[in-house]
């Protein structure tokens, strides 16, 4: 198995992006937002202990999401490639993240850092919206539902999920601010960074940019 990891703050499309390049090649995508979410709905242990860091826009601890991203990795040993959209989130993260690769002999392609502006940022992440029903995500501006407020998929009414809500989102952009940055440097420094331009709202453009730049 190899490990492409997405880099992105909140709202720079990275969840768009990784959709999009799994459905392009079949490379299997881990979204730990996603994990984490399905947890809390379902009530898991990690579920209750994780929700009220979601809730307020902080991240969980990372003993916690590590476990559940290692639990995956080996259950997907036979993977070719896997998507890695969400962990890590900070260097101690990356560094654990180091660890279980070299345990379970799996290698870094790449990470991939989907590069926004500020401005464009918090502009995308007004427009998200969530089905509470099968997950499937949209945005206003970028990728917008065929009826207004409607899930494409299954018919459910759209939602803002509790942690796109204003307040919370100044609070999770100051925590990228903080924590996940310096990511684009630990990667800088092992050579694996490569960087696609994710201002525009031109999905097939970055999903073929991107597939160029992980293919190398
Ligand atoms: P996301 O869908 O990636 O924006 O994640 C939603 C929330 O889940 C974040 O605001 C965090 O509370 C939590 N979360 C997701 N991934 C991680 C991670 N790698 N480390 C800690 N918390 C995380």
Not at 153 to 182: M, N, S, W
């Amino acid at each position: 198995m190899e490990i492409v990891i997405m880099l992105g703050a909140p709202g720079s499309g990275k969840g768009t992006l990784a959709v999009e390049l799994a459905k392009e090649t079949g490379i299997r995508h881990l979204s730990s937002g996603d994990l984490l979410r399905a947890a809390v709905k379902e009530g898991t242990p990690a579920g209750v202990k994780a929700k009220a860091y979601m809730e307020s826009g902080n991240l969980v601890p990372d003993e916690l999401i590590a476990e559940m991203i290692e639990d995956v990795v080996r259950a997907d040993a036979n993977t070719q490639t896997l998507l890695l959209d969400g962990f890590p989130r900070n260097v101690p993260q990356a560094e654990i993240l180091a660890g279980m690769m070299a345990r379970a002999g799996v290698t870094l392609r790449c990470a991939l850092l989907l590069d926004v502006p500020d401005e464009v940022v918090v502009r995308r992440i007004s427009g998200r919206r969530v089905c509470p029903a099968c997950g499937a995500g949209f945005n206003v501006d970028l990728l917008p539902p065929k009826q207004e407020g409607i899930c494409d998929a299954c018919g459910a009414e759209l939602i803002i999920r509790k942690d796109d809500k204003p307040e919370t989102v100044r609070h999770r952009l100051e925590v990228y601010a903080e924590q996940t940055f310096p990511l684009i440097e630990y990667y800088r420094g092992t050579d694996k960074l490569v960087t696609v331009d994710g201002s525009g709202d031109d999905l097939a453009w970055k999903t073929q940019t991107a597939l160029e730049k992980i293919r190398g």
